[in-house]
């Protein structure tokens, strides 16, 4: 038997807004809901990868995380600039073992990265 990633999920305070940056940030739809303001999910409906839901949680985030997304462009200046358009942060960039990537930040402070594709 195999395991298959069928959902990631983000704990945030603000969950129609974190739902919106990624959303945007993949080119994925928000799926439409209930008006349940404790999830929102963002490529549930429309099958495509990754699927992500967002859970309201009352704690906010404190330490770097554990798991990060790595996401691949064919242009990574032009994504990142779109994604610091859309409220993330640039916290640094890399250029090693023959791959440049760039870490930032989503507008709640979770860590992924853009690498050249």
Known sequence: MALTVQMINLDCADVAGQAAFWSQALGVPVDENDGNAFMRTVGYQNPVLPRMM???????KTVKNRMHLDLHADDRAAEVARVLALGA?????????????????????????????
């Open 54 to 60: 967002f859970l309201a949680v009352p704690e906010g």
């Open 89 to 117: 942060t640039h916290l640094r960039d890399h250029d090693e073992w023959g791959v440049q990537w760039t870490v930032l930040t989503d507008p709640e402070g979770n860590e992924f990265c853009i690498a050249q594709g």
